[in-house]
């Protein structure tokens, strides 16, 4: 089975499709990258070269797919960075087919929206993910900024976040990142819920940004995932392998994940969680 993962790509980085295709297919899945941008480098290093991929021609590869019965062994439909509304309809099409195909198949939204306080996404994205996008998913991976712009909620701590994610909307919510009064210090809290459970995972918090992490860490739990469909046991293994490339990304002391480079700890990780 595959994934088809429509998000932001790079020719020289790990962020977006460029850092969650080869997470997938290091982990033993089939994935199909479509870009909905794609650039020279993260922008964050200045100079890029590049820009959006219409999504006219997002379309037509959409429907070459479509006319080679590939929907068929589509596990998964995968969204980030879209970067406009104009991107929306393609995302629906795409799970569209792949439920009419595969009806198991699952639809994931990382509603890309923007970080630390800044959103650089237009308007009538944020409304497309709260009115359109969210309400088609199965599971949604937004980070504590983006629940907050989606739900209004204040998030205080994790009660008060449990219950911005469940009136998020999708069966599945998994909140990184976060860090409310009971978050024990030097930690940040990863927090899932899911239609049974409400569950968080503290895992340790390092002095420095990295550019791609959320796009890693929704790849890595979708990858693990797609076993067995356990929220729980891929969380735990998407938090682990997490840790393990932060780790070799500090030790490599770079600018971009080490994703390449640290691929033999974070499988090692993502495979010792998984076999617990």
């Known amino acids: 089975m595959a994934i088809l993962s429509i998000q932001s790509q790079v020719l020289n980085g790990s962020v977006g499709n460029t850092g969650a295709a080869f997470i997938y297919a290091r982990l033993g ?35 070459g797919l479509a006319a080679r019965g590939a929907f068929a062994r589509c596990a998964a439909v995968t969204s980030g960075y879209l970067g406009a509304a104009t991107a929306v309809p393609v995302v629906c099409d795409a799970v569209a087919r792949a439920r009419a195909a595969h009806p198991a198949a699952l639809y994931a939204c990382d509603p890309v929206i923007g970080d630390a306080g800044r959103v650089y996404v237009p308007p009538a994205l944020v409304a497309a993910f709260r009115d359109v996008l969210l309400p088609l998913a199965d599971i949604a991976f937004p980070n504590p900024f983006e629940l907050e712009i989606l739900t209004g909620w204040a998030l205080a701590d994790r009660a008060s976040a449990f219950a911005a994610m469940a009136a998020l ?10 860090t409310g009064a009971d978050t024990v210090p030097g930690s940040l809290d990863v927090l899932v819920v899911t239609p049974d459970t409400r569950h968080f995972i503290p895992v340790v918090r390092l002095d420095r940004a990295f550019s791609g992490a959320g796009d890693a860490f929704a790849a890595l739990f979708m990858a693990r995932y797609l076993h067995d469909r356990d929220a729980l046991a891929a969380m735990e293994s998407a938090c682990a392998a997490s840790a393990a490339l932060l780790e070799a ?3 490599a002391a770079g600018d971009e994940l080490a994703i390449v480079s640290g691929q033999d700890e974070w499988v090692a990780a993502a495979s010792g969680a998984r076999a617990k």
Do not use: C, K, Y
């Open 169 to 178: 909307g999708p069966p599945i919510v998994v909140l990184t990142g976060f």
């Open 29 to 63: 899945h089939e994935v199909w990258p479509l870009p909905t941008t794609l650039l020279s480098h993260h922008p964050g290093h200045g100079g890029t070269e590049g820009g959006p991929v219409a999504p006219a021609l997002m379309a037509a590869l959409i429907q």
């Open 249 to 251: 990304t500090v030790r």
